[in-house]
């Protein structure tokens, strides 16, 4: 049975009081209705899903997908007020198994006695591990609970899928400069949760500038402005000028919108990768500079680069990938932020290469091949032949020695025969690629052609020796010996000496 609700006391009157008046600016003017509440119109604009289903009462479970300071936890706590259900709000931060098992079982003596259903609010929920997540599914999926999660993470990296299943992803995006705006006017002008009782002057360029570097973020915007405007003392008339150089005094730094362990980190080395497929340095450099400003490791960013090398640039460029190991080295020599130019320079390199993913395609085929086809043995004319029984067994024979012919290469089949006449290396006429395949060219006169087959091999008949003396090795041959061999011609060598 749920613990029996003690009346409101003296103390509980005068700590929300206390609260009231201390909590930060952003917590005093954070919107109570619908009608208070900015942005995300393509979520609570009127007409939409969730503005009726909060309207009606009507809730289900949810997950609020937005960037920090745009109303995840305010569009909670107006459902709390506006809905006939229990609202139990729970930080992932702080909660564990015990607690959640304690908020069901509440839940479920609330619905059998009162049937009245509960709302629980999980904030930060990308912070439960699995097991914490599987510990709610159950009472989700039966509808004891209404789950309402919020998160800056990606759900589909952080909820459990089967929780994911259970619950409609709703994403916010960060406030518009005007909404920002409106929030800003709003806290200036509001007598009984804001600062009008300050009389405060924001100067147009001070407000255009906290605008601009609170990134979308209301908390920030909000919060910067407060410690601005108690931090000034009074001027003339009791006026409080707020200036550019106040707000740049508060803010300190932009509030920077990156996790390097969250979607953002991914979302912004595909924006560096692709800039440096499409060859524009200006965006790669930009989204170099956001990554390394966000905290992003930048040896992981110079890994990623040697990638791009071999990937999007191959043989197009052969010195793309010495200038990305080069800035490698320079980064783990030179730390930061010196080394951060060398990633700039390869960036930049990079860029202005001819392009090239034939390299990539290329070894895409061969795995393919490896994984889908039948693993042939060696061709004998390819194998090493290093004892009288290989050779008799015709390792090697046939083989062409490419440094004695006119061209110094062989036209013989490399592949096994089941894959005879394969060709996975298609160069472009891009950079050095085009010199590469002008080299190549000698394979499109065998495409013409039945691709040759190695010589057959006879088997020797009884007694019959190899044509070749016994430690005379064939052109190419390489000169292994079996480790009983080797042990002998070792003793040998020392009985000479």
């Not at 709000?89 to 609330?110: C, H, Y």
């Not at 490399?414 to 080299?439: D, K």
């Amino acid at each position: 049975m749920p613990p029996k609700p003690r009346g409101t006391t003296l103390f509980d009157a005068q700590r929300q009081q206390a609260l009231q008046q201390q909590a930060p600016l952003a917590a005093r003017m954070r919107p109570r209705t619908l009608e208070e509440f900015v942005g995300q119109h393509h979520l609570v604009g009127e007409g939409k899903l969730l503005r009726r289903a909060i309207a009606n009462d009507q809730l289900f479970s949810l997950i609020l997908w937005g960037p920090p300071g745009s109303g995840k936890t305010t569009l909670a706590q107006i459902i709390a007020h506006s809905t006939k259900a229990h609202f139990e709000p729970i930080s992932a931060v702080s909660a564990g198994v015990n607690d959640l098992r304690r908020v069901v079982q509440e839940a479920q003596d609330r619905l059998g006695m009162f049937q009245q259903r509960t709302v629980v609010f999980i904030d930060e929920i990308h912070r439960f591990n699995k097991s914490q997540q599987d510990a709610i599914l159950p009472y989700v999926e039966d509808g004891t609970i209404i789950l309402i999660g919020a998160t800056t993470e990606n759900p589909s990296f952080e909820v459990n899928s089967a929780l994911l299943s259970r619950a409609r992803v709703f994403k916010l995006e960060a406030l518009t400069d005007e909404e920002i705006g409106v929030l800003i006017d709003r806290a200036l002008t509001d007598r009984e949760r804001g600062l009008g009782d300050l009389k405060i002057m924001l100067a147009r360029d001070a407000r255009d500038y906290l605008v601009n570097m609170a990134n979308g973020d209301a908390r920030t915007a909000l919060n910067a402005l407060e410690a601005a405007a108690r931090s000034k003392p009074p001027a003339i008339g009791e006026t409080r000028l707020i200036t550019v150089d106040d707000i740049r005094d508060a803010l300190q730094s932009r509030a920077v919108r990156y996790d390097k362990h969250g979607e953002l980190h991914y979302d912004a080395i595909s924006a560096l990768h692709k800039s440096v497929r499409d060859s524009d340095p200006d965006g790669a450099l930009y989204w170099l500079g956001r990554m390394l400003d966000g905290g992003e490791d930048p040896l992981y960013i110079a890994r990623r680069l040697v990638r791009i090398a071999v990937e999007d640039i191959g043989l197009a460029d052969p010195q793309a990938l010495p200038q990305t190991i080069a800035a490698q080295q320079a980064v783990h020599f030179l730390g930061q932020p010196e080394g951060e130019l060398a990633l700039a320079q390869a960036v930049v390199y990079l860029c202005l290469a001819p392009k090239s993913n034939a390299l990539y395609r290329a070894y895409g085929a061969v795995q393919r091949d490896v994984a889908e086809t039948r693993n042939e043995p060696v061709p004998l004319h390819l194998r090493n032949a290093p004892t009288q029984l290989m050779k008799r067994l015709g390792y090697g024979k046939g083989y062409e020695y490419a440094h004695d012919l006119p061209e110094g290469r062989s036209d013989q089949e490399h592949l096994p025969p089941n894959l005879a006449g394969r060709i996975y290396y298609e160069p472009t006429g891009r950079g050095f690629e085009a010199e590469a395949r002008e080299r190549l060219a000698w394979r499109e006169k065998r495409r013409l052609q039945t691709p040759p087959t190695p010589p057959p091999v006879s088997e020797p008949a009884p007694g019959e020796e190899s044509q070749l003396p016994p430690d005379e090795l064939a052109p190419g041959e390489e000169p292994q010996l079996p480790p009983a061999a080797s042990a002998s011609r070792r003793r040998e060598k020392r009985g000479k000496v």
